[in-house]
Structure formats: C-alpha cells, structure tokens
C-alpha cells in the first residue's frame, strides 16, 4: 500500500493510506535505516499493514520533491514563515528559511500574524523585501483580520507553517479551519514560547495539505553551497548584476557593485543588505571548510 506520513512518535508512524483513507500505524524496517534514511512528515511511502493488534511496516520511502531538514518535513508545496510583532521577529532565521525553500523548489511566503497590535511590522517586512516577489500576509488570528485571503493562498497546496516559538502558529490554524489547538504564548519567566506543537504533525483540512512544526530559533547554513550560487538566490540582487564591474560579483565589498549602491540610494533594503552579507559569511566559511 502506499500513504503519507501524518506523524511520527518515536519509532512509530502514522500513515494515511491512499487507497482506502485509513490511518495505519508502523515501523520503519531497519533497511531504511542501514540505507541512511530517516521517514519525514509528508514523506509518501509504501507499506504493509499489520495483522490484527500488530504494527504494519513502513518498507520505502517514495522520491521527495522537496525536504527540509529544520523544520524536518518533505513534499512541500508552500514553506509559509510566521512572525509577529511579539516575539520581537528573527529575520536572519527567515532568510535561511526563504533561501532553503528557494533551493528546494519551494514557494516561500510570510505571514504575519498579530496585526491587531499594530501593522508597522508588516510594512516594514514588504519595503525590505521589496523585489524579492514574496508575498506578505497580514493577518490577525484574534479578529480573523486577512484570514480569507491566507486560506485561499494555501488552496490546493501542501503548506508547512515554520517559524519561532509564540507567532501564534496553532492560533492561525484554530481560526483558519476552527479547530481547538492547544496555544501559548510567551513565558513570562523566560519570555520564549511555550512549545505547545511539540512535533510536526501533517493535518488534512477543506482538503488542504497543512503542516504544523515546533517552533525553533536556530538554524544553520547549508554545508558546502558555492558563494556564487548563494549570491544567485537573492532575486532583487540578480536583477542589477549584470550592471557590476565584475562578473561574478557577490555583492560584498565589491568597488562597482550595483547592489552596494542601490542599497546606498535607498532602493534597496540596508538591513536586507546586512544580514546578506552576514548569511554570505557563513556561506564562504563552510565553502572554505568543506574538506575538512
């Protein structure tokens, strides 16, 4: 048979069939396992049900058309990235999220939730991400405020929500399809999220394909990634390249740079610009370590 994984608890999966629409639980055989590789969340796999009170085996895991290691899902359509004007948002996270949903063929977009606060925040987000042709979402989970025009955006997708901790990721979905999630908040102690999604979990909504992921705030640059392919990720940036002094530029400290100067006039994001470089930092040292 073959299904898709809606969640996974240890060394068990739940699997939905696509055959007869039923859940099945599994273990993964141990050739996966000797073959290097781990069952996903959204993985579509094939399997042999269990007889009676038995457990069933999760045998193969079909090809991927896209994956994601943090938060670690595959088969993903749309990577739809939270953030909200509390907790204060981490926009260094969301430009390795958007360039790992760009490599993996993905559809990055952003949200952000909690415009009932305020809506500096989200025009803020649309002038340094002018160029870049990604959507920005305002929404408000409390007043359903933009809750229409997101859901039609996910239609026909399969959609995985990411970000940090207390963005209000279970209250979207509670107002998008009025379900009764769990939802936190901040720690008034720590002031960080409570992690009320503990795993990622696959849930089929008016025939929607939605991923929900923990909340996370570390994420680490892709192992051995060229700088000028990571230069070439950046589309508001591609588009002046041809107008630099030097072919290939990455767009640093280059004399000629089109991109440097678009930023100095204005035209461009300065705080984009910056955690550019700092995200190309990382990028040359690994490309410098990658032998190692």
Known sequence: MVGSILRGIGSFYTVLAEEDGQEYTLRAQK????????????????????????????????????????????????????????PAPDLLLCDKLILRATRER?????C????????????RIRKEYA??????FSVSAHTGEGIEALRE????????????????????LN??????????????????????TRRAEMMILDGM?????????????????EPEVFAELYPEYNALAGACRFQPCLHDREPGCAVHAAVDRGELSAERWQRYRTLLGEVREKWKGRYV
Request: glycine fraction near 10%; include cysteine.
């Open 112 to 123: 952000v939730n909690k415009i009932d606060l305020g809506s500096d925040l989200a025009e």
């Open 31 to 86: 050739k996966l396992r000797h073959q290097k590789l781990t069952p996903m969340v959204g993985d579509r796999v094939r399997f042999s049900p269990g007889q009676g009170e038995e457990n069933g085996w999760l045998e193969e895991i079909l090809p991927r058309k896209s994956m994601l290691i943090r938060p670690s899902v595959a088969n993903v359509d749309m990577l739809m990235l939270v953030v909200a004007s509390v």
């Open 131 to 136: 160029g870049t042709q990604l959507r920005v």
């Open 153 to 172: 955006a996910m239609r026909g997708k399969v959609t995985c929500l990411a970000g940090q901790s207390a963005v209000g990721k279970s209250s979207l």
């Open 209 to 225: 394909y939605v991923l929900d992921t923990p909340g996370f705030s570390l994420l680490e640059m892709e192992q051995g990634m």
């Open 106 to 110: 993905m559809i990055p977009a952003l």
């Open 175 to 196: 107002a998008l399809f009025g379900l009764s999630l769990e939802t936190g908040g901040l720690s008034r102690k720590t002031d960080r999220g409570r992690h009320t």
